[in-house]
């Protein structure tokens, strides 16, 4: 059975590093957290499982205004 992070409110393929050419898997100097904010305040941390090549997404509740 594959474990998973169940604080994330999303998990995908799609991942924002690779998106803008910065993929670990290239570039293993990128380091983490990265954040996203929405247009409503929420803060999004995003982690990344280059091995899987997912990117995981959680509201971060210390960050939200």
């Known amino acids: 059975m594959e474990k998973r992070d169940s604080g994330a409110v999303m998990t995908c393929k799609y991942c924002?590093?690779?998106?803008m050419g910065h993929c670990?898997?290239?570039?293993p100097m990128n380091k983490e957290p990265k954040y996203l904010r929405m247009q409503n305040g929420t803060i999004l941390?995003?982690?990344?499982?280059?091995?899987?090549?997912q990117m995981l997404v959680f509201i971060d509740k210390q960050r939200i205004s």
Not at 16 to 19: G, N, P, R, T, V
Not at 45 to 53: S, V
């Open 16 to 19: 924002i590093l690779h998106e």
């Open 45 to 53: 941390r995003l982690k990344f499982d280059c091995q899987q090549c």
């Open 24 to 27: 670990r898997k290239i570039n």
